[in-house]
C-alpha cells in the first residue's frame, strides 16, 4: 500500500498569510494526488486533482505543485473560509489512500 | 447539481450488520463509478470500497475485505455498501462519493454521510 504523509499536522496563520502544507508518498505516484478540503461536520470537498489541476469553483488562491513522491498545496493569501482541514489522496493504485491531514487554524 | 444521499446508518452490536444506501442525482449515474469512504470523527479519512460504472469490478480495503460488500443498482441510481460481522472500529462516519473519471480515481462530489456506530 502506498502510505500518505502530510506535515505538517496542524498550522497555526492569521488572514492574509502564504501557507503551505506537503504531502509525501512512499513510492512515486506520478502526479495522481488529490488535495480536499474539509470543513467541521461536512463532507469533504475537492479542491486539486492531477496534483495541480483547480476543481472548477475552487477559488484561484489554492494552486497544488509536485511530483513523483513530494507535493505541495499552497493557498496564497489566507481567506477567513480557508480555516479548515486538508488532506491529500493518491489514486495512483488501489488501495486509495489519505494522508492523515492538516488542520489550518487561526493564529 | 450533483447530489449524493446516504441512509442506512445507526446503532449496531458488535457481530451485526448494516447496509448502507447512497442514492444520487444530477449526472449522469452509470457512467461513474461509485465509492465509500469512511471517517472517524476526529480522524482522517479512510477509503473502504469503490465499484465501476457497470458494477463488474469492485475494490475492498484489506481491512474490510470479506465483511463489506459494495453493489449498485443504476436503474435505481443507487449504490449500496452491506457491512457484516461489525467491529467497534468500524465506528465511522461513512461517506458516499462519486469517482470524478475513469483514469482517475479522485472523488469529485461527496454525500453528507451516514454515520454507523458499533458498540455493545
Known amino acids: 500500500d502506498i502510505q500518505m504523509t502530510q506535515s505538517p499536522s496542524t498550522l497555526s496563520a492569521s488572514v492574509g498569510d502564504r501557507v503551505t502544507i506537503t504531502c509525501r508518498a512512499n513510492?512515486?505516484?506520478?502526479?495522481?494526488l488529490a488535495w480536499y478540503q474539509q470543513k467541521p461536520g461536512k463532507a469533504p470537498k475537492l479542491l486539486l486533482y492531477q496534483a495541480s489541476s483547480l476543481e472548477s469553483g475552487a477559488p484561484s488562491r489554492f494552486s497544488g505543485s509536485g511530483s513523483g513522491t513530494e507535493f505541495i498545496l499552497t493557498i496564497s493569501s489566507l481567506q477567513p473560509d480557508d480555516f479548515a482541514t486538508y488532506s491529500c489522496q493518491q489514486y495512483y493504485s488501489f488501495p486509495l489512500t489519505f494522508g492523515g491531514g492538516t488542520k489550518v487554524d487561526i493564529k | 447539481e450533483v447530489q449524493l444521499l446516504e441512509s442506512g446508518g445507526g446503532l449496531v452490536r458488535p457481530g451485526g450488520s448494516l447496509r448502507l444506501s447512497c442514492t444520487a442525482s444530477g449526472f449522469s449515474f452509470s457512467g461513474y463509478a461509485m465509492s465509500w469512504v469512511r471517517q472517524t470523527p476526529g480522524k482522517g479519512l479512510d477509503w473502504v470500497a469503490s465499484?465501476?460504472?457497470?458494477?463488474?469490478?469492485?475494490f475492498y480495503a484489506d481491512s474490510v475485505k470479506g465483511r463489506f460488500t459494495i453493489s449498485r443498482d443504476n436503474s435505481e441510481r443507487a449504490v449500496y455498501l452491506q457491512v457484516n460481522s461489525l467491529r467497534i472500529e468500524d465506528t465511522a462516519i461513512y461517506y458516499c462519493a462519486k469517482v470524478a473519471w475513469a483514469s482517475g480515481n479522485f472523488l469529485d462530489s461527496w454525500g453528507q454521510g451516514s454515520l454507523v456506530t458499533v458498540s455493545s
Open positions: 513510492q512515486s505516484i506520478s502526479t495522481w
Open positions: 465499484i465501476s460504472a457497470s458494477g463488474d469490478t469492485t
